[in-house]
Nanobody
Framework: QVQLAESGGGLVQAGGSLRLSCAAS????????MGWFRQAPGKEREFVAV????????NYADAVKGRFTISRDNAKSTVTLQMNSLKPEDTAVYYC??????????????????WGQGTQVTVSS
């Protein structure tokens, strides 16, 4: 298992930006697909973005396309989610996740075996 720790959440006004980071540790994460998911109060956890090991392939939920960007630095074992033009509906706990199987690029929650504790993002109107 890979251990994951998110940081960078906080309170921001609508239209603002936040940058979330996820640090991986533990067993090697070579080849792992990395993803971001979020869960708003009273709602199920949902897919946000995913990136392949080499970074060449990314996939985004329709709700965040054009506003969010996922990237990774394998040398530093980190994954970043840059969030721009934030909306109140982006308010949620954001989770970093790791998957050892390539099909995880589709963004299915059940394909991800390692999860961070989450970081709160609150967007005020």
């Amino acid at each position: 298992q890979v251990q994951l720790a998110e940081s960078g959440g906080g309170l921001v006004q609508a239209g603002g930006s936040l940058r979330l980071s996820c640090a991986a540790s533990g067993r090697t994460w070579s080849g792992y697909v990395m993803g971001w998911f979020r869960q708003a109060p009273g709602k199920e956890r949902e897919f946000v973005a995913v990136i392949s090991w080499g970074g060449a392939t990314t996939n985004y939920a329709d709700a965040v396309k054009g506003r969010f960007t996922i990237s990774r630095d394998n040398a530093k074992s980190t994954v970043t989610l840059q969030m721009n033009s934030l909306k109140p509906e982006d308010t949620a706990v954001y989770y970093c996740a790791a998957a050892s199987i390539p099909r995880a690029l589709v963004g299915r929650i059940e394909d991800f075996g390692s999860w961070g504790q989450g970081t709160q993002v609150t967007v005020s109107s």
